[in-house]
């Protein structure tokens, strides 16, 4: 091709281009990556507090819900059955860093088709399982599959929506798992009158997103970044054009393909990562993974049948709350799509952190002081009342940490250290949601009503860190952000020296 001059200015330039449909249609099929995640998220409380499932690989558990007299916290409290559960995200982590690598090598497209053929695998083994050992490996195949989707799918979907809008299209990830999570809720409803096997029809169906995903992605192409990164220049434009639906795309084209020489010149994304030019993008990104966490939303979603029938709510009941809050969640993650791009990030996640810093604190103080170790549990008002805190702790989480954890990595990365820095992100996350996973019955058994206030406190961190260490990045080309986040701020600028950054750059 000609010689091009490419700047790397970081200038305010807004590119030429609209949304298409076609952008549309491959960022709802990429989508289907969330869905597989979130049904997972909502289908492993619902089936753990199924009595049939209970009897057939956890009895002890099963028999402990049945005395009358048990201790309110810890009827579930079971290592077992917390690594059903929990094995996913363990798998999901080690998975990621390899995930990394294909995507850089073979694409951002191909890394998705890999994910669902795991996710597939996995549900034949959990749907038809025997025993634990079925059930278990069936569950690290299903986290080979997350780990894959949640390190292609982000990346796919900012590096092909325009930047104005980048935001809400990415958050379409967060939305998939929002309505994942819904849909299992309501699965789980129907399947627990189906006896014996309801538990099965709950595991099996989360085949139907990955079919999705795997059929789908035949459909879509590849993203230009990742077909230019791999040295397939004319693709890249031709697709390029394809998405933005002009002609004339230079622009855009010639910042893509700046920082792609940028890139090849990285032999070693990992080391590169560890230097002090990376600090900020990395450490923001697993921070807010650690948060996203610990705010306490996976603990309320993945055991939501089982907290509220802890708290009093009957079997029925307590999943019938649990569609109550996955309609909230799905609800308030379609606001977040429009208020993402026009109010901006932090603003989004300071105000998440007022109220759910509110709605942890008053739920503890109501278990603190009417849920009894062993007893009654609460009376129907009082479980209402926790019902709708919970909801108003979802709405919180929803419109802020929920998308925005997912968001902000994926955008903050120069392309050289992209799917290496974002493998550290997914991989952070999937830690601490099997941290989360795997201790929430056990801390709700030990800790009681203070395993809210234990996350009320770190809402009160995370609130903090946001106001004092986070940049806004609404609106900024993803290859621009170095020049216009970090080295504009206040105290990560410190860390980015200027021995790295070229005005410009001649791409033969």
Same mark, same amino acid.
Request: contains cysteine.
């Given at each position: 091709?000609?010689?091009?001059?490419?700047?790397?200015?970081?200038?305010?330039?807004?590119?030429?281009?609209?949304?298409?449909?076609? $952008? /549309?249609?491959?960022?709802?099929?990429?989508?289907?990556?969330?869905?597989?995640?979130?049904?997972?998220?909502?289908?492993?409380?619902?089936?753990?507090?199924?009595?049939?499932?209970? %009897?057939?690989?956890?009895?002890?558990?099963?028999?402990?819900?049945?005395?009358?007299?048990?201790? &309110?916290?810890?009827?579930?409290?079971? @290592?077992?059955?917390?690594?059903?559960?929990?094995?996913?995200?363990?798998?999901?982590?080690?998975?990621?860093?390899?995930? *990394?690598?294909?995507?850089?090598?073979?694409?951002?497209?191909?890394?998705? @088709?890999?994910? *669902?053929?795991?996710?597939?695998?996995?549900?034949?083994?959990?749907?038809?399982?025997?025993?634990?050992?079925?059930?278990?490996?069936?569950?690290?195949?299903?986290?080979?599959?997350?780990?894959?989707?949640?390190?292609?799918?982000?990346?796919?979907?900012?590096?092909?929506?325009?930047?104005?809008?980048?935001?809400?299209?990415? /958050?379409?990830?967060?939305?998939?798992?929002?309505?994942?999570?819904?849909?299992?809720?309501?699965?789980?409803?129907?399947?627990?009158?189906?006896?014996?096997?309801?538990?099965?029809?709950?595991?099996? /169906?989360?085949?139907?997103?990955?079919?999705?995903?795997?059929?789908?992605?035949?459909?879509?192409?590849?993203?230009?970044?990742?077909? /230019?990164?791999?040295?397939?220049?004319?693709?890249?434009?031709?697709?390029?054009?394809?998405?933005?639906?002009?002609? &004339?795309?230079?622009?855009? #084209?010639?910042?893509?393909?700046?920082?792609?020489?940028?890139?090849?010149?990285?032999?070693?994304?990992?080391? %590169?990562?560890?230097?002090?030019? *990376?600090?900020?993008?990395?450490?923001?990104?697993?921070?807010?993974?650690?948060?996203? @966490?610990?705010?306490?939303?996976?603990?309320? !979603?993945?055991?939501?049948?089982?907290?509220?029938?802890?708290?009093?709510?009957?079997?029925?009941?307590?999943?019938?709350?649990?569609?109550?809050?996955?309609?909230? &969640?799905?609800?308030?993650?379609?606001?977040?799509?429009?208020?993402?791009?026009?109010?901006?990030?932090?603003?989004?996640?300071?105000?998440?952190?007022?109220?759910?810093?509110?709605? @942890?604190?008053?739920?503890?103080?109501?278990?603190? %002081?009417?849920?009894?170790?062993?007893?009654?549990?609460?009376?129907?008002?009082?479980?209402?009342?926790?019902?709708?805190?919970?909801?108003?702790?979802?709405?919180?989480?929803?419109?802020?940490?929920?998308?925005?954890?997912?968001?902000?990595?994926?955008?903050?990365?120069?392309?050289?250290?992209?799917?290496?820095?974002?493998? #550290?992100?997914?991989?952070?996350?999937?830690?601490?949601?099997?941290?989360?996973?795997?201790?929430?019955?056990? !801390?709700?058994?030990?800790?009681?009503?203070?395993?809210?206030?234990? #996350?009320?406190?770190?809402?009160?961190?995370?609130?903090?860190?946001?106001?004092?260490?986070?940049?806004?990045?609404?609106?900024?080309? $993803?290859?621009?952000?170095?020049?216009?986040?970090?080295?504009?701020?206040?105290?990560?600028? *410190?860390?980015?020296?200027?021995?790295?950054?070229?005005?410009?750059?001649?791409?033969?």
């Amino acid at each position: 091709m000609p010689a091009v001059v490419v700047s790397a200015s970081g200038d305010n330039t807004q590119y030429e281009g609209r949304t298409t449909i076609y $952008v /549309i249609v491959c960022v709802i099929i990429a989508a289907f990556g969330g869905l597989m995640f979130g049904y997972d998220i909502g289908i492993s409380g619902g089936v753990t507090a199924m009595d049939d499932f209970l %009897k057939k690989f956890f009895p002890v558990v099963y028999e402990r819900k049945q005395h009358a007299h048990e201790n &309110n916290y810890c009827k579930y409290d079971n @290592q077992f059955l917390q690594l059903f559960t929990s094995s996913l995200y363990l798998a999901a982590l080690v998975a990621s860093f390899v995930a *990394s690598r294909v995507c850089s090598k073979a694409g951002r497209k191909p890394t998705m @088709q890999i994910s *669902s053929v795991f996710f597939l695998a996995g549900v034949v083994l959990t749907a038809g399982g025997l025993n634990i050992e079925m059930l278990i490996i069936g569950r690290i195949l299903l986290g080979c599959g997350v780990g894959f989707a949640n390190q292609a799918v982000p990346l796919f979907l900012s590096e092909l929506a325009p930047a104005k809008i980048r935001g809400a299209l990415n /958050i379409s990830f967060q939305l998939f798992i929002t309505i994942g999570i819904f849909i299992a809720n309501m699965v789980n409803y129907v399947a627990s009158n189906i006896h014996p096997n309801g538990w099965r029809i709950s595991l099996a /169906i989360a085949g139907i997103p990955a079919l999705m995903l795997c059929l789908g992605s035949l459909l879509i192409c590849e993203t230009p970044t990742s077909l /230019i990164e791999r040295n397939k220049i004319e693709e890249g434009k031709k697709v390029l054009r394809k998405i933005r639906g002009v002609e &004339n795309v230079d622009d855009e #084209f010639d910042s893509i393909a700046y920082a792609c020489e940028m890139a090849r010149q990285v032999k070693d994304p990992f080391r %590169k990562l560890m230097k002090p030019a *990376s600090r900020p993008p990395i450490v923001i990104a697993i921070l807010l993974q650690v948060f996203q @966490q610990f705010t306490g939303i996976n603990a309320i !979603m993945f055991y939501a049948p089982v907290l509220f029938q802890t708290v009093g709510s009957g079997s029925d009941a307590a999943l019938l709350s649990a569609v109550i809050t996955g309609i909230v &969640n799905v609800l308030i993650t379609v606001v977040s799509v429009y208020a993402v791009d026009k109010v901006g990030r932090r603003i989004l996640l300071l105000e998440a952190c007022v109220q759910m810093f509110i709605s @942890q604190s008053i739920i503890g103080v109501v278990l603190l %002081k009417d849920l009894k170790t062993t007893g009654d549990n609460l009376g129907k008002r009082e479980t209402t009342f926790v019902v709708i805190l919970v909801c108003l702790f979802v709405m919180g989480f929803a419109w802020s940490w929920g998308p925005g954890g997912w968001l902000i990595p994926s955008e903050t990365f120069p392309l050289e250290t992209r799917t290496a820095g974002y493998a #550290f992100a997914v991989s952070s996350n999937m830690l601490f949601t099997f941290v989360i996973a795997q201790a929430f019955l056990s !801390m709700l058994c030990h800790m009681q009503a203070g395993i809210f206030f234990f #996350f009320a406190a770190w809402i009160i961190v995370m609130g903090l860190f946001t106001w004092f260490l986070l940049p806004e990045t609404k609106g900024v080309p $993803v290859d621009s952000m170095v020049d216009r986040v970090w080295k504009q701020h206040w105290f990560w600028s *410190s860390f980015m020296g200027t021995d790295e950054s070229k005005a410009d750059l001649k791409v033969v």
